[in-house]
């Protein structure tokens, strides 16, 4: 985990699993096996309790979607984190 930013990969099926209203893509279908990676992906990272702040854009070959969570991190999280409680 470099920079302690997670970098997280879901599958084909775990995607299918994510409940929600994703732009569909027969492209990224054909491809990957699932209509939609980018939105069901961002959703799947906030446990799929987050809201879009930005739908799908693609350009250039990237395609992004960004969704807002609210956590709170656990007092063990925090400890092997070394984050200070106030």
């Known amino acids: 985990m470099a920079n302690r930013i997670p970098f997280l990969t879901y599958s084909a099926e775990e995607l299918k699993q994510v409940k929600g209203d994703f732009q569909e893509s027969s492209f990224v279908k054909e491809k990957t096996g699932v209509d939609n990676v980018c939105e069901r992906a961002a959703m799947k990272a906030a446990n799929e309790e987050g809201t879009f702040i930005l739908r799908k854009q693609a350009e250039n070959g990237i395609t992004i979607a960004i969704v807002k969570y609210d956590w ?13 409680e106030q």
């Open 72 to 84: 709170k991190l656990e007092r063990e999280l925090a400890k092997e984190y070394r984050i200070d």
